[in-house]
């Protein structure tokens, strides 16, 4: 949009004295952040009214994206960057004595969500604006999104995210929307004289969602989507008098929390409810909003809409629509059923086996009486359909009810046209092994998305001196076209460039220096590498290595202080899960080494272990311009994509990988010699499982670095680790280090090692780090949804 300093200022200081009657000189960093927001909804609102009415009478398809987690982090920069107007904002209140950073960090950030999962869908969100795809999201406004984490003594601890303090600024509230969401009671059907069974109730317990809207505004091009988050309240009408405190509690508590556990499937009731929750809300929503603007009959739904299901948490949209089109539209089964698969599609991300969602059939029986009904009648009609063409064997491996469990993954594939998983491997894995059975009965519903990030976030604002730098290279097309950085290619051999990009590195260094500084009064040098593995904490991904390596330099040293080591600033960012006992063990070891080994006076500051607390979008921002090695070392066939790699390398980042997830493709984008390969590949990793005969014990005994650092962990070399090194150790030796942590290490020391050779040729190891910016651009996210919108919801972009 066109803005100039003069028009910002005006509204500006008129938003201020409307809002708090006082003048810039005495309002405060809140005031003044609310001010600055409320201006800038003011911006984007006319342009987001407009593209709903465009959406409305175009009648082009739309996606929405449903999904239990959505992490955007701050928003303040990102609508300020996309609507166009970041630099004139910028000058106009550095006129007025009043810094942009600063006053970004005021805002909380948008944490409702726990890990990749809820950050991939708001890359996502960001990027179906931005290519102008007409994509929504659909969520859960929870009051309290993910816990804050303080380290203290070492351990995590977990205090609430109460983020709604000072409200959120960019959201629509919209009542009048609002919808009912029923569970419990009873249900029987009944003939309605008209051929037909209609469903009738009894004691159910009703819930008002009302969503809230949120603008997600697209990168210079006109285009505000939404993404709706429904809060649940209690519906006006009811005499509250008359209800039981479990229920109104329950009632109140459904949009409370955001559930803290990633990878582990947890399966209390109150997760069931928020997972029906969202889902029937917002198809409701699609529907209600169906019938008013779409001319067409109920029977073309699905030339109109495309749901998706973000992982299985929101599987239960299948019985749910079923029930809304049978129940509610008065539609056949068969036909509800055929334009179900259609609408429907369904994004795996894990294949750990206890993250894969089951649900009690009583629990769901007795929560959700007419779901269950419909669920087990989708079950029975596909048994019966099914066996005389597959044959028993197949037909049950594939149920979707069994063993007294409902299989959301089942139901997911069952009821959508199309299953996806994240990244090449984790596709073929799905195919061939995890899910083999289904591949073969529905062969061409199967497809791999690879993953993708938000440049916008990840690079532009992230990074701002890398952005400047790149612009007057190659000029400004990358920021519509990430591709566009291969052009960066033709500078390899200029040694100008080369040295200009070594000083961005080292000023993002400088500032994540700073900040560690002030939140773990470390000083760190910044001439060190800067080795960073930021991500949730869990065993398959392996901080433990980084952490036994850490380990092996710290006794080189010690054996001989003076050594010729490369100083290493080693950087984890990570939150367990506050039930996750083994991974708090973790970060309470990695914060007793990091004080072990930041105050020995042989190290000399060679070595430095920062565990910075509470790792967000916001302080991922900080820390990934500053990296120059990103960690990605889970046990292949463990990671289903992985994303932080991607925005690691898009910063200049080496990654040092193992052949897991996303990180093959991103070997094959830059080529072997700009990338540290190490480890055991899913093959061979596989073959140790056939074979059975892996023993970490033998490791242990055998190899006398790893047996001096495993010691070191149980007696007292590394302090006040008591409990948890026992419990370390044990998990390595005794238990067979189920993640082949021992396997893997001598190879993931031999690719340490080259990291530090190359390291030591500056121009080398510069040159490298240019192949990876310059080779990013396929994992853009803004490709990612192209091809989703192409290949499964078959959406086309607004005003195309
Ligand atoms: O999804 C992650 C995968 O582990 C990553 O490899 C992948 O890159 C990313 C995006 O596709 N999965 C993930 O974050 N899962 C969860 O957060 C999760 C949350 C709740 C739950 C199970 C898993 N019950």
Same mark, same amino acid.
């Given at each position: 949009?066109?803005?100039?300093?003069?028009?910002?200022?005006?509204?500006?200081?008129?938003?201020?004295?409307?809002?708090?009657?006082?003048?810039?000189?005495?309002?405060?960093?809140?005031?003044?952040?609310?001010? =600055?927001?409320?201006?800038?909804?003011?911006?984007?609102?006319?342009?987001?009214?407009?593209?709903?009415?465009? &959406?409305?009478?175009?009648?082009?398809?739309?996606?929405?994206?449903?999904?239990?987690?959505?992490?955007?982090?701050?928003?303040?920069?990102?609508?300020?960057?996309?609507?166009?107007?970041?630099?004139?904002?910028?000058? $106009?209140?550095?006129?007025?004595?009043?810094?942009?950073?600063?006053?970004?960090? #005021?805002?909380?950030?948008?944490?409702?969500?726990?890990?990749?999962? /809820?950050?991939?869908?708001?890359?996502?969100?960001?990027?179906?604006?931005?290519?102008? =795809?007409? /994509?929504?999201?659909?969520?859960?406004?929870? !009051?309290?999104?993910?816990?804050?984490?303080?380290?203290?003594?070492?351990?995590?601890?977990?205090?609430?995210?109460?983020?709604?303090?000072?409200?959120?600024?960019? *959201?629509?509230?919209?009542?009048?929307?609002?919808?009912?969401?029923?569970?419990?009671?009873?249900?029987?059907?009944?003939?309605?004289?008209?051929?037909?069974? +209609?469903?009738?109730?009894?004691?159910?317990? !009703?819930?008002?969602?009302?969503?809230?809207?949120?603008?997600?505004?697209?990168?210079?091009?006109?285009?505000?989507?939404?993404?709706?988050?429904?809060?649940?309240?209690?519906?006006?009408?009811?005499?509250?008098?008359?209800?039981?405190?479990?229920?109104?509690?329950?009632?109140?508590?459904?949009?409370?929390?955001?559930?803290?556990?990633?990878?582990?499937?947890? /399966?209390?009731?109150?997760?069931?409810?928020?997972?029906?929750?969202?889902?029937?809300?917002?198809?409701?929503?699609?529907? &209600?909003?169906?019938?008013?603007?779409?001319?067409?009959?109920?029977?073309?739904?699905?030339?109109?809409?495309?749901?998706?299901?973000?992982?299985?948490?929101? $599987?239960?949209?299948?019985?749910?629509?079923? !029930?809304?089109?049978?129940?509610?539209?008065?539609?056949?089964?068969?036909?509800?059923?055929?334009?179900?698969? +259609?609408?429907?599609?369904?994004?795996?991300?894990?294949?750990?086996?206890?993250?894969?969602?089951?649900?009690?059939?009583?629990?769901?029986?007795?929560?959700?009486?007419?779901?269950?009904?419909?669920?087990?009648?989708?079950?029975?009609?596909?048994?019966?359909?099914?066996?005389?063409?597959?044959?028993?064997?197949?037909?049950?491996?594939?149920?979707?009810?069994?063993?007294?469990?409902?299989?959301?993954?089942?139901?997911?594939?069952?009821?959508?046209?199309?299953?996806?998983?994240?990244?090449?491997?984790?596709?073929? =894995?799905?195919?061939?092994?995890?899910?083999?059975?289904?591949?073969?009965?529905?062969?061409?519903?199967?497809?791999?998305?690879?993953?993708?990030?938000?440049?916008?976030?990840?690079?532009?604002?992230?990074?701002?001196?890398?952005?400047?730098?790149?612009?007057?290279?190659?000029?400004?097309?990358?920021?519509?076209?990430?591709?566009?950085?291969?052009?960066?290619?033709?500078?390899?051999?200029?040694?100008?460039?080369?040295?200009?990009?070594?000083?961005?590195?080292?000023?993002? +260094?400088?500032?994540?220096?700073?900040?560690?500084?002030?939140?773990?009064?470390?000083?760190?040098?910044?001439?060190?590498?800067?080795? #960073?593995?930021?991500?949730?904490?869990?065993?398959?991904?392996?901080?433990?290595?980084?952490?036994?390596?850490?380990?092996?330099?710290?006794?080189?040293?010690?054996?001989?202080?003076?050594?010729? %080591?490369?100083?290493?600033?080693? %950087?984890?960012?990570?939150?367990?899960?506050?039930?996750?006992?083994?991974?708090?063990? %973790?970060?309470?070891?990695?914060?007793?080494?990091?004080?072990?080994?930041?105050?020995?006076?042989?190290?000399?500051?060679?070595?430095?272990?920062?565990?910075?607390?509470?790792?967000?979008?916001?302080?991922?921002?900080?820390?990934?311009?500053?990296?120059?090695?990103?960690?990605?070392?889970?046990?292949?066939? +463990?990671?289903?994509?992985?994303?932080?790699?991607?925005?690691?390398?898009?910063?200049? $980042?080496?990654?040092?990988?193992?052949?897991?997830?996303?990180?093959?493709? %991103?070997?094959?984008? #830059?080529?072997?010699?700009?990338?540290?390969?190490?480890?055991?590949?899913?093959?061979?990793?596989?073959?140790?499982?056939?074979?059975?005969?892996?023993?970490?014990?033998?490791?242990?005994?055998?190899?006398?670095?790893?047996?001096?650092?495993?010691? $070191?962990? !149980?007696?007292?070399?590394?302090?006040?680790?008591?409990?948890?090194?026992?419990?370390?150790?044990?998990?390595?030796?005794?238990?067979?280090?189920?993640?082949?942590?021992?396997?893997?290490?001598?190879?993931?020391?031999?690719?340490?090692?080259?990291? *530090?050779?190359?390291?030591?040729?500056?121009?080398?190891?510069?040159?490298?780090?240019?192949?990876?910016?310059?080779?990013?651009?396929?994992?853009?996210?803004?490709?990612?949804?192209?091809?989703?919108?192409?290949?499964?919801?078959?959406?086309?972009?607004?005003?195309?």
């Amino acid at each position: 949009m066109e803005l100039t300093k003069e028009q910002f200022i005006q509204d500006f200081e008129k938003t201020l004295t409307d809002k708090y009657a006082k003048p810039l000189i005495q309002a405060g960093q809140q005031e003044i952040f609310q001010s =600055l927001a409320d201006v800038v909804k003011s911006y984007y609102a006319p342009i987001w009214q407009e593209d709903l009415a465009y &959406k409305d009478e175009s009648q082009k398809k739309q996606a929405y994206y449903f999904s239990i987690e959505f992490l955007p982090g701050q928003m303040l920069k990102s609508n300020l960057l996309n609507l166009g107007i970041m630099d004139t904002v910028r000058e $106009a209140l550095s006129d007025l004595n009043v810094s942009l950073d600063e006053l970004a960090e #005021v805002e909380p950030d948008m944490a409702i969500g726990n890990g990749g999962l /809820g950050r991939l869908a708001s890359c996502f969100m960001d990027s179906l604006a931005s290519k102008g =795809l007409p /994509g929504n999201g659909n969520g859960i406004r929870y !009051r309290y999104g993910l816990f804050k984490q303080k380290i203290i003594d070492g351990y995590q601890c977990e205090l609430p995210d109460s983020w709604l303090d000072n409200g959120n600024p960019w *959201e629509v509230r919209r009542p009048e929307q609002a919808v009912e969401v029923t569970f419990g009671g009873e249900v029987w059907l009944e003939d309605d004289g008209k051929g037909s069974l +209609k469903p009738h109730y009894r004691d159910q317990e !009703r819930v008002l969602a009302v969503p809230y809207d949120n603008p997600m505004v697209g990168y210079e091009n006109s285009t505000v989507n939404n993404m709706c988050l429904w809060r649940s309240e209690i519906p006006e009408d009811l005499d509250v008098r008359f209800q039981n405190l479990d229920y109104m509690n329950q009632t109140a508590q459904l949009s409370a929390e955001l559930y803290p556990d990633d990878s582990n499937y947890d /399966g209390r009731l109150l997760r069931l409810k928020q997972e029906y929750f969202f889902v029937s809300a917002g198809l409701q929503r699609i529907l &209600k909003h169906y019938k008013k603007h779409i001319k067409a009959p109920i029977s073309q739904i699905h030339e109109y809409v495309a749901v998706h299901i973000n992982d299985t948490h929101p $599987a239960l949209c299948v019985p749910e629509f079923m !029930r809304l089109l049978i129940d509610d539209w008065g539609l056949a089964w068969e036909q509800a059923w055929e334009i179900t698969v +259609k609408v429907m599609s369904y994004t795996n991300h894990t294949i750990l086996p206890e993250a894969m969602e089951k649900w009690p059939e009583d629990m769901v029986q007795n929560l959700l009486p007419r779901v269950y009904q419909i669920i087990l009648e989708i079950d029975r009609r596909r048994t019966k359909d099914l066996l005389p063409k597959v044959g028993p064997t197949l037909v049950h491996s594939t149920r979707i009810v069994k063993d007294g469990q409902i299989h959301m993954a089942h139901l997911s594939i069952i009821g959508s046209h199309s299953t996806n998983g994240v990244a090449k491997l984790h596709s073929d =894995l799905i195919k061939d092994v995890v899910l083999h059975d289904f591949y073969t009965i529905y062969p061409e519903r199967f497809n791999n998305k690879t993953n993708g990030i938000a440049e916008r976030r990840w690079l532009q604002i992230s990074n701002e001196k890398l952005s400047s730098l790149i612009d007057e290279t190659i000029g400004r097309a990358w920021r519509h076209d990430l591709n566009e950085l291969v052009l960066l290619k033709n500078y390899k051999d200029n040694p100008d460039f080369l040295s200009q990009l070594q000083a961005v590195k080292k000023a993002d +260094k400088v500032r994540l220096a700073e900040v560690i500084k002030e939140r773990n009064d470390i000083e760190v040098n910044t001439e060190a590498i800067f080795d #960073v593995q930021v991500k949730r904490l869990h065993a398959y991904k392996r901080q433990l290595l980084n952490v036994l390596h850490i380990m092996k330099l710290y006794f080189d040293i010690k054996d001989d202080p003076s050594i010729d %080591i490369y100083p290493r600033v080693f %950087i984890f960012g990570s939150k367990a899960a506050p039930g996750y006992h083994y991974a708090k063990s %973790i970060i309470k070891a990695i914060n007793e080494i990091a004080n072990l080994i930041n105050n020995d006076t042989d190290v000399a500051g060679r070595l430095k272990i920062v565990f910075m607390e509470n790792y967000n979008v916001s302080l991922a921002e900080y820390i990934i311009p500053a990296a120059d090695v990103s960690e990605q070392i889970s046990l292949a066939s +463990k990671e289903a994509s992985g994303t932080s790699n991607m925005k690691l390398m898009l910063n200049g $980042a080496l990654t040092m990988a193992t052949l897991d997830g996303a990180n093959i493709e %991103i070997k094959d984008a #830059v080529g072997d010699e700009n990338i540290f390969i190490f480890g055991l590949t899913k093959d061979e990793v596989y073959d140790y499982y056939a074979r059975g005969d892996y023993n970490a014990h033998d490791i242990y005994k055998s190899n006398p670095v790893l047996n001096r650092i495993l010691n $070191a962990f !149980r007696d007292g070399t590394i302090p006040n680790i008591a409990n948890e090194g026992p419990e370390i150790f044990a998990s390595l030796t005794t238990y067979n280090d189920e993640y082949f942590v021992l396997r893997d290490f001598d190879d993931y020391v031999r690719a340490q090692a080259e990291v *530090e050779a190359l390291y030591r040729d500056q121009t080398a190891w510069t040159k490298a780090s240019l192949a990876n910016i310059a080779n990013a651009g396929r994992f853009s996210s803004d490709r990612t949804v192209q091809e989703y919108a192409d290949d499964i919801w078959y959406i086309k972009a607004n005003k195309a």
